[in-house]
């Protein structure tokens, strides 16, 4: 199966959403992430756990934003693409 390399992250074979990226662009956005949650565990908790909680939520938002705009079009797969 070919990969289109203009998607930073391909399909997941089975089920919805994206699988590890396929570009090294997917590479630093997933690092960036982790990055960012690392980050966040090491200050935020100290002030409010609920803010920590927060920050996370908006951090998946953002970096699902990216996956949708620069990953395969995501819908349900059964394994058989």
């Known amino acids: ?3 289109d390399t203009r998607y930073w992250f391909p399909a997941k074979r089975y089920g919805w959403g994206w699988g590890l990226p396929l570009t090294w ?3 630093v956005v997933f690092a960036g992430f982790l990055v960012l949650v690392g ?3 090491a200050v935020i908790p ?3 756990p609920v803010g920590f909680i927060a920050y996370v939520i908006g951090v998946c938002i953002l970096f699902t934003g ?5 990953g395969e079009p995501p819908r349900w797969r ?4």
């Open 39 to 41: 980050v966040g565990a």
């Open 78 to 81: 059964w394994g058989g693409d």
């Open 25 to 27: 662009q997917g590479w």
């Open 66 to 70: 990216v996956c949708w705009w620069k």
């Open 1 to 3: 199966m070919q990969q």
């Open 46 to 48: 100290r002030h409010s």
